[in-house]
């Protein structure tokens, strides 16, 4: 089968920086990537990593080990706005499984 | 303005009565997927079209029917729905899946089965 894990939820305080991890296990493996979600939203794309590495989009980072099946998203310099839901979803060919989501608290 | 579009948004019916929930998306994408989204348990895929009259099974498919007869629409159809069914419904589209895994969702259908 497979499976996604990832914390499920976590607390910073504004300005502050966040780590949210994700390990898989799943038969195949072509991308990880990384999906917000606000209450009562729609899930929005915010990164993706198909090689080792890290990649960069702003304030947001992700970062992905192959061999360790494992991600994280890195959130800097965070804001109210970044309250949401944070989801890792790993591609298997066509497919695409996602985790049970992490939810962002921050506080002032 | 580039969208993916999904109706209805809430809907309230029966066990046993046949429904529609439709998805239409403006960006030309090849990939369209249909998610489910219940408490504690993540976004599941029920079924996913690569393209025009292809498509294929997601992770949770029973109970559910797709077609795909034109490429900017993917409807999801519960043919006999059933209260385990009662969840939050995403349809999702993408370029062809392989490129970015990039996904857009649309805003969600809210399904109660009585």
């Known amino acids: 089968g497979q499976s996604l894990e990832q914390p499920s939820e976590v607390t910073a305080v504004e300005g502050a920086i966040v780590q949210i991890n994700c390990t898989y296990q799943t038969s195949g493996f072509y991308g990880l990537s990384w999906y917000q979600q606000h209450d009562g939203g729609a899930p929005t794309f915010l990164s993706y990593?198909?090689?080792?590495g890290l990649e960069e989009t702003g304030r947001f980072s992700s970062f992905l080990s192959r061999s360790d099946s494992y991600g994280y998203l890195l959130l800097q310099e965070l804001q109210m706005k970044d309250s949401a839901s944070y989801f890792c979803?790993?591609?298997?060919?066509?497919?695409?499984?996602f985790g049970s989501g992490t939810k962002l608290n921050v506080k002032p | 303005e580039a969208q993916v579009t999904q109706n209805p948004r809430y809907l309230i019916t029966v066990t046993g009565k046949k429904l529609t929930v439709t998805c239409s998306q403006n960006m030309n994408h090849e990939y369209m997927s249909w998610y489910r989204q219940d408490p504690g348990l993540g976004l599941r895929q029920i079924y996913y079209s690569m393209n025009v009259e292809v498509t294929d099974k997601g992770d949770v498919p029973e109970g559910y029917k797709v077609s795909r007869k034109e490429k900017r629409n993917f409807p999801l159809i519960l043919e006999s729905p059933s209260p385990n069914q009662t969840s939050l419904y995403f349809c999702?589209?993408?370029?062809?899946?392989?490129?970015?895994?990039?996904?857009?969702f649309g805003p969600g259908t809210r399904l109660t089965v009585l």
């Open positions: 979803a790993v591609r298997n060919f066509n497919k695409f499984y």
């Open positions: 990593n198909a090689l080792d």
């Open positions: 999702a589209s993408s370029t062809r899946a392989g490129l970015t895994d990039t996904q857009y």
